[in-house]
């Protein structure tokens, strides 16, 4: 589940575009502005799997490259980027796994120079409140698709409020992570994303 979650978003940080680069505005580069303006993030998150299972836990972002995905108690998994790495880490077996955070699946989210133009375009909608991006790689069909919804709320940097994101794989498996009490640009220490290592031998993060 985990490793398929992390994968489908990986498109996010893929060289290849949807289509010609074209300058970036109207909605694309209202979001644009939104992520290059938050520094840091915290939420409560809400993740469900296609079988519907759902877990939660709190989200917490510092740019550039730092994120952490910390469950609810008694899921021993635990997602951390640390500005070189993001790293999937499932204590109940010990495993670790580490992607570079050029190839990660957040890219979009905690790279601020970015240009999303090159990955996402809006998705047409009847709700104008509503922001949809889609973002794709074609040349990459295992990389699934992401679809991030954004939410237009004036108290919220640039005027957008992140509400959540879908990812759907090459194998259509759809996950579905919902945000909620967004706080943006409060002070995040980096001691926020180390975490214990749970391999013998190895050193503490």
Avoid: C
Avoid at 71 to 92: N, R
């Amino acid at each position: 589940m985990f490793p398929r979650f992390l994968s489908a978003l990986a498109l996010l940080a893929a060289p290849a575009a949807i289509a010609a680069p074209a300058p970036v505005s109207g909605d694309l580069a209202l979001v644009q502005q939104h992520l290059q303006s938050v520094e840091t993030m915290t939420a409560a998150f809400s993740q469900t799997d296609r079988a519907g299972k759902v877990l939660t836990g709190t989200l917490t972002l510092k740019k550039p490259g730092k994120i952490r995905f910390q469950y609810q108690q008694g899921v021993p998994i635990l997602i951390v980027g640390d500005g070189k790495a993001l790293t999937f880490i499932d204590y109940s077996v010990k495993q670790v796994q580490r992607w570079p955070i050029g190839n990660s699946p957040l890219g979009i989210l905690l790279d601020p120079s970015r240009d999303i133009s090159k990955v996402a375009r809006v998705v047409p909608g009847g709700d104008a409140r509503i922001v949809s991006i889609d973002a794709a790689d074609p040349r990459h069909p295992e990389y699934g698709r992401i679809n991030m919804i954004f939410v237009r709320d004036a108290s919220a940097p640039s005027g957008l409020m992140l509400q959540g994101w879908i990812t759907l794989d090459s194998q259509n498996n759809r996950t579905t992570v919902r945000l909620s009490n967004q706080r943006f640009n409060a002070p995040v220490s980096d001691g926020a994303f180390r975490f214990n290592d749970p391999r013998p031998n190895s050193h503490k993060n």
